[in-house]
Structures are given as structure tokens and as C-alpha cells.
């Protein structure tokens, strides 16, 4: 007779968390609750509204200029983190939190401060707040245009410095008289007119399209290069989408909207300022690092840029010696696009919507490193969340001890067509079931896919249409684990592969099925399995050990098959049965086999 008993491996919750038993539709993603209030850590100044928001739900830190230690430090204290721009949200950042970090708010669009894959392997979500600062950004282009067409900003601080040094003109006559000319340079600060002109936009996404339609009011010709775009949008706007190439070389303005990626970054550099009409102008409110910034110093001096517009820099803030930022033709802003009062109220609003959403678990749309599905998705899953981890934990403490998990293979079977079903929420519950019993990883829909590759876990997906009701998007889903040997060698199928499979039976999800044997137990509290000679008295036998100990058998169902052959008893149990009643069941003598499993 095999005995075998298998452990779950309890997890470590953060501080204030606690895992929740069940997911529901909404908590799927991260299945955490909080226990007392979370702690929010606000490392850059937030709109009102927004802390207002934080401070119904948590507990909120608001620490701003922070040198990266001190961020470390406190980072280890926090459940979540609110950055903007100015905060590099570094691996160490993640190292430092030791788990506790479940989401970091990037208070804004883009997130190139933030090391995205680090994030993925602590299982971080992050978010960001991609809406509400777009018309500012776009404002603020439209804004640095015009003054750089017309020399607002030189001619701004000419006047001011002949203003500021009135006090000289009255020691000396020469001087003041200099002074004079700087002050009121009318000739020197012509400037060109945007009427007629040609605007290449790099990057026509929300911003990019918000400053076409500015720029069309203005009576410019705007075309776009982005290899993403849709042309139909664009011609919506009016505005033709043409290559890269032919962008830059038409352009008598280009404005950059594209986010800061391997692939764009340095997308303007020698070569490609070669490529463009002499007299160009530039105007960045994208990413500093989406121009080479000495090259654009060189086309600066050669002519082939007349003037630059930057809000943005490779390093912010820059260095206070930086050729760029001095050089006479070009005008800059200390990274404002998105600093207007109303673009802050609504963004800081957008982010502690997200944040807080993602610390209760819910799955955010504006999630950047997990999959977004729609609620409506999401709820009618949900069940099938539920069962696909518990399935998943089912099959994994089959495995004899030491076998390890390589393969694995999930098939869905489904009345719908193959293509009607996301089954991303599920492939991560299927790899949080098969990962966490055995290990001390927390497993979310963040890192899932990055889990079971780092612990060469392989998961196929099937999908299988059959005939089944249009109601259900899923009849059963079956987990087999592959070249492994089981410590119930019944559960394995003919074919070789630890196989459990199971249903939904009103909403309540179900094992229906373990190696070649049906069964019919509902996937709630524990269950032990035991396979036995087909023969009168054993649910009995089976039943009045447990009762005996006072465990509770909410189920039992048992699969043969033959009469009077080899079955197999499944029996759900609400409490943990101790090492001597699980000895006891061993020494019925028609058990052959049995295993007790957690779910
Ligand atoms: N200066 C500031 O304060 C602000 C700056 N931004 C920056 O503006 C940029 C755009 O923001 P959104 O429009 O909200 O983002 P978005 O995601 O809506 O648009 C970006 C567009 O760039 C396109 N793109 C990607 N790679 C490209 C490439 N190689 N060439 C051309 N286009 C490419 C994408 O297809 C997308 O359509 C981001 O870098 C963001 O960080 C946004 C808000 C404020
Ligand atoms: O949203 C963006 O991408 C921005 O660049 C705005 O940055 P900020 O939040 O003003 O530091």
C-alpha cells in the first residue's frame, strides 16, 4: 500500500496583507486583502483630490525629495508607491521592498523611470495614468512652438535683463545706452510664421493627434510618422500618415510624441539630421533621450536645426553648464508639459483610482505590466479562475516528492469557438496553482508567465470545441503534468500524464475527473483521495475513521472502473486530518493507495 501525504507550504503574507482564500471576480489579480489599512508612499507631490482619494483607504507617506537610500528605506515600509517623472523606481527599489511592494503608481504617462521587468519579478504591479495629462502636454507643445517661432523667450529675458540693470544707466551714460539696444531688440527677434508651414509629428498617439488638431487650427500642413497608427484615425484629423523618412525630410517643424524605447531611443541623431531640410525646427515634449542631445548641439551650430523647443532631457534635470540648454537658438522648460492645475487634479485622481483598485485586488485597465481584461470577461470567468488554481494545486502534490514540474498541459473545452476565450487569467492561476504549494513564491497575473519560465515549468494551452451550452464559456478544463510520477499512481492516465480534470456545477467549481477515473466532488476545504477494491462498506469504513477524529466529510464520490474492480474515492474534507487518522485510513485493508491534498 502507498501512503502519502502532501504539504502545503504556507505563505508569507506582507505586513498588513493577507492572501484571500477565494478570488472573486473582481480579485483576481492579486487575491490580496487588506487586513489594516495599506500603506501608500507618495514620493512627488500629488494633486489634493488625489491624496484625498489615498487617504480614505490607507495610510498615506507623502515624502518628497527623497535621495535613493531614503526611498529604499521607506519603500520597505509600503505597500504601494506614487512617483512621477522624477523618481527612478530602480531594481534596488524592488530589491529593498522584499515583497511588501504591490504596485507603484507612476502618476503620469510615461513610465521609462520605472525598471518594468524588475517590477514583473517581484510580481509589482504598475500602473500609470495615461489620460488626463494629455491635452496639457499637447498645450504645451503647441505653446513651445509658437514661442520658439517667434523668440518669445529671447526676447522675454533681453527686455528683462536691460530692465534689471536700469540702475546702471545712471553711472554711466555708454553703458546705458547698451543696455538699451539689448533691451528693446525689435530686429533681432524676427521671427517665421507656423500659416502654411509643414509639422511632421513622430508619434501620433494621444498627444501626438491633440497637437495635429492644434496645429490644423493654425492653418499648418501636418503629417505623422508612427509605425503603430491607425491611417483611417489620422485622416480623420486630417493628417497623412507617411514613413519616418519622408517625415523628417518634409518637415519645416517636427514635434516628437513618441515614449522613450530601445527603439526610439536617440531616433534623432547625426544621420538623421542630415536627412532634414535646412532651418528645421524641433520641438521635444516626449523624452530627452529620444534625441541625441550633442548631435543636436552640432546641427544646432552647423544650421541645419534653426531653433529647438525641449521640455524634456536625458538627464533632469540637466547639467547647469549643458551647451543645449545655453545655446542661444534654443528655448527649454523645466519638464512642464504635464504641469497644468487641471491636468494634475485629474491625474493625481486617475492614479489613486488605480492604486487603490490594484490594492484591493481588482485588475486595473491602466496596468502596464499584466493583462488587461474586461470586467465583463472577468466576471463571467471567474468561476473557472477559481478551478484552474485549484485543479493546478491538485496536480502539482501528485507529483512524487522530488519529481519536479516540466511540462504541463491544460486543455479547455469549450461550446464556443476556440478564438471567443482569453485564457491569460487562466494560464496564471493554472502556474500560481502548480508554483505555490511547493515553493515560496507569491504568484499573481503579474508574474506568472515570468515565474514559470524562470523554473523551466513548460505550459501548452488547448483549446477544444465540443458540444456544450452557449451560457458556459468553458464545459471542463483538464491539467496534465507530464513525465513525472505521482505518489497516486492512479492519477495517472493511460497516456502517462498526472491528469485531473474538472467543471463548474453552479458556480461552485468541481474535480470531476483523476488519472482514468470519474469522480464528482466539489472543490472546497481538502480531499483525499483513495483508491480501493470495488466492494460494499467502504464509504462507510472510510467515513467512521474521519468521524471518529471529528472531520467533517462535506463530500464523497466514488469512480470505478468495473463493479467489484479498482475505484477511486474522492472525499472532501472541511478540516485537516491528523497523521494518525490518515494512518488509520492506510490500514482499512481494501485501500491500496491514498493521498490527502490541500487545496
Ligand atoms: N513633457 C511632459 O510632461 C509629458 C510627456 N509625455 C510624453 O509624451 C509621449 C507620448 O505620450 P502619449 O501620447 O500619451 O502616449 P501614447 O502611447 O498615446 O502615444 C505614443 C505613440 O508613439 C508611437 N510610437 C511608438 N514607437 C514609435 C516610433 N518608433 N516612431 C514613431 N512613433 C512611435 C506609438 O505607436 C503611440 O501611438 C510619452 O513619451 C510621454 O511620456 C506625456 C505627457 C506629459
Ligand atoms: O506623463 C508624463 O509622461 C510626463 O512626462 C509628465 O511628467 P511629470 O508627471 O510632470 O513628472
Redesign the pocket.
Known amino acids: 500500500m502507498a501512503a502519502a501525504t502532501s504539504q502545503s507550504h504556507l505563505l508569507r503574507p506582507s505586513p498588513g496583507l493577507r492572501r484571500a482564500s477565494l478570488p472573486s471576480p473582481s480579485r483576481i489579480s492579486f487575491a490580496l486583502r487588506a487586513v489594516s489599512k495599506p500603506t501608500v508612499l507618495v514620493a512627488e507631490k500629488l494633486g489634493a483630490a488625489g491624496l484625498e482619494l489615498l487617504k480614505e483607504f490607507a495610510n498615506v507617506d507623502c515624502a518628497y525629495n527623497m535621495t535613493p537610500e531614503e526611498l529604499c528605506a521607506k519603500v520597505a515600509l509600503s505597500d504601494a508607491l506614487i512617483v512621477r ?1 522624477g523618481t527612478k523606481v530602480n531594481r534596488s527599489v524592488f530589491e529593498f521592498s522584499a515583497g511588501r511592494l504591490r504596485v507603484v503608481g507612476r502618476a ?3 513610465i521609462d523611470n520605472v525598471d518594468l521587468a524588475a517590477a514583473t519579478e517581484h510580481g509589482c504591479l504598475v500602473v500609470n495614468a ?1 489620460t488626463a ?2 491635452v ?2 499637447a498645450e ?1 507643445g503647441i505653446a513651445l512652438m509658437a514661442a520658439m517661432a517667434r523668440n518669445v523667450a529671447q526676447a522675454d529675458a533681453a527686455l528683462k535683463a536691460g530692465n534689471t540693470c536700469k540702475w546702471i544707466q545712471t553711472f554711466t551714460f555708454i553703458l546705458s545706452s547698451l543696455l538699451q539696444i539689448c533691451k528693446w531688440q525689435r530686429n533681432k527677434y524676427v521671427g517665421v510664421s507656423l500659416v502654411g508651414k509643414t509639422l511632421a509629428i ?7 493627434s491633440e497637437v495635429a488638431r492644434r496645429a490644423k487650427g493654425l492653418g499648418m500642413h501636418v503629417v505623422a ?5 491607425s491611417a483611417a484615425r489620422a485622416r480623420a484629423i486630417g493628417v497623412e500618415l507617411v514613413s ?1 523618412e519622408d517625415a523628417i525630410s518634409a518637415a519645416d517643424f517636427i514635434s516628437l ?5 530601445p ?2 531611443d536617440k ?1 534623432l541623431n547625426d544621420e538623421t539630421f542630415a536627412k532634414m531640410k535646412k532651418g528645421v525646427r524641433i520641438v521635444n ?3 530627452g533621450g529620444v534625441i541625441d542631445e550633442e548631435a543636436l548641439v552640432r546641427a544646432l551650430d552647423s544650421g541645419i536645426v534653426a531653433q529647438a523647443a525641449l ?2 532631457f536625458t538627464v533632469e534635470p540637466p547639467a547647469a553648464d549643458s551647451k543645449l540648454v545655453l545655446h542661444e537658438n534654443v528655448t527649454v522648460t523645466p ?5 497644468t492645475v487641471e491636468a494634475q487634479e485629474g491625474v493625481a485622481i486617475e492614479i489613486a483610482e488605480a492604486v487603490v483598485g490594484a490594492l484591493k485586488g481588482e485588475l486595473s485597465a491602466t496596468a502596464v505590466n499584466a493583462p488587461m481584461v474586461p470586467a465583463e470577461v472577468l466576471s463571467e470567468l471567474a468561476p473557472y479562475v477559481e478551478l484552474a488554481e485549484k485543479l493546478a494545486r491538485l496536480a502539482v502534490q501528485l507529483v512524487a516528492g522530488g519529481g519536479g514540474v516540466k511540462s504541463v498541459k491544460v486543455t479547455y473545452a469549450s461550446g464556443r469557438s476556440p478564438d471567443d476565450l482569453d485564457t491569460r487569467v487562466l494560464r496564471a492561476m493554472i502556474t500560481k496553482g502548480l508554483i505555490e504549494p511547493i515553493s515560496s513564491v507569491f504568484v499573481n497575473l503579474v508574474n506568472a508567465d515570468f515565474t514559470a519560465k524562470q523554473r523551466g515549468i513548460r505550459i501548452t494551452e488547448e483549446r477544444v470545441q465540443i458540444d456544450g451550452t452557449a451560457e458556459s464559456p468553458i464545459e471542463y478544463i483538464k491539467v496534465q503534468i507530464a513525465q513525472a510520477g505521482s505518489k497516486f499512481p492512479s492519477a495517472v492516465s493511460e497516456t502517462g500524464e498526472i491528469t485531473v480534470a474538472g467543471r463548474v456545477k453552479d458556480g461552485i467549481p468541481h474535480l470531476t475527473e483523476v488519472g482514468s477515473f470519474q469522480v464528482d466532488v466539489s472543490l472546497e476545504g481538502s480531499i483525499i483521495l483513495c483508491r480501493q477494491v470495488d466492494q460494499p462498506g467502504m464509504i462507510g469504513a472510510v467515513g467512521s475513521v474521519l468521524g471518529e477524529q471529528n472531520v467533517n466529510v462535506s463530500f464523497m464520490s466514488v469512480g470505478r472502473i468495473a463493479p467489484r474492480k479498482h475505484a477511486v474515492m474522492a472525499i472532501g474534507v472541511d478540516e485537516e486530518p491528523t497523521k494518525e487518522t490518515l494512518t488509520k485510513i492506510g490500514e482499512i485493508p481494501a485501500i491500496e493507495e491514498f493521498v490527502f491534498l490541500k487545496l
Open positions: 517623472s503620469g504617462v510615461g495615461p495629462n494629455t496639457a502636454a504645451h513622430l508619434g501620433f498617439g494621444k498627444v501626438g510618422h508612427d509605425p503603430y497608427a519616418f510624441h513618441m515614449p522613450l524605447t527603439s526610439t531616433m515634449v516626449a523624452r521640455d524634456v519638464h512642464l508639459g504635464a504641469s
